[in-house]
């Protein structure tokens, strides 16, 4: 079976031989039509599987991508586009490590710390939703959907506080050590990022988030599921109040 990079490689390959330059606005409409929809159609392939791979970068440089073109400029305009991102693709994938590169850089939080919460069982609180919450943060992130990753951030620090038999993540904060107080309060700085996406309504001109405008909360966050863990696993506390 192909890997997805392998996948990937071939669509991109099928972008650049597609035959798109032997149609052009003054052909028979018939023609644009049979053309724009082919390409159409190995676009949006393509672009789905560089979604999949979860390199951030590459992801970002899809993300505003139009891949429904209705006319013909709008598929040769699309199909300069892509070979901008498959030179990418293809510098990127030369090296030797570029998967295993990929799988680290993509998460927000580390796979092998996820791997431990997902394997917590028969504690006093159950971790679940918490672990599927930092896995479809994971996702998202690698996506480039950094909304999500916001508003997901946001929830997931107002869900864990009983974990440290606290009721809000600001009693967390002030409850940990000095040097944990630093590295956690980062996150609260976090909210109001996530608020600014989350509450502002529709306006005539809008701004996106982008990936580094996440990546500072990346340590903070691990240090905060590293603590459940050790919390969780710990026989004096298992989930109950200090």
């Known amino acids: 079976m192909k890997s997805l990079l392998e996948l990937t490689m071939e669509l991109a390959d099928e972008v650049i031989e597609f035959p798109l330059g032997e149609c052009g606005p003054s052909d ?12 159409r159609d190995i676009a949006k392939r393509f672009v789905g599987a560089i979604r999949r791979i979860g ?10 991508l139009d891949t429904s ?27 030797p490590d570029y998967q295993t590169s990929v799988a680290k850089n993509s998460a927000f939080l580390n796979t092998g710390i996820l791997t431990t919460l997902k394997s917590l069982h028969g504690k006093r609180l159950d971790t679940r939703k918490l672990a599927k919450m930092c896995a479809e943060l994971n996702d998202a992130y690698a996506r480039g959907n950094y909304i999500t990753c916001l508003l997901l951030l946001r929830v997931i620090i107002n869900h864990v506080p009983p974990v440290f038999g606290a009721s809000t993540f600001s009693q967390v904060v002030s409850n940990s050590g000095k040097s944990e107080k630093k590295i956690l309060s980062q996150l609260e700085e976090a909210r109001p990022i996530a608020d ?9 001109t809008e701004s996106l988030p982008t990936r580094n405008q996440l990546e500072p909360y990346k340590p903070s966050f691990e240090t905060l599921i590293q603590n459940v863990i050790m919390k969780l696993n710990d026989p004096k506390n298992d989930g109950k109040e200090n």
Do not use: C
């Open 28 to 39: 028979d409409p018939d023609k644009q039509y049979a053309y724009t929809a082919g390409f």
């Open 55 to 64: 390199d951030p970068d590459l992801s970002a440089m899809v993300e505003n």
């Open 69 to 95: 073109p209705e006319f013909i400029t709008q598929a040769h305009e699309l199909r300069a586009n892509l070979f901008v991102v498959i030179d990418s693709l293809k510098e990127a994938a030369s090296g």
């Open 196 to 204: 600014l996406y989350n509450h502002l309504l529709m306006r005539e």
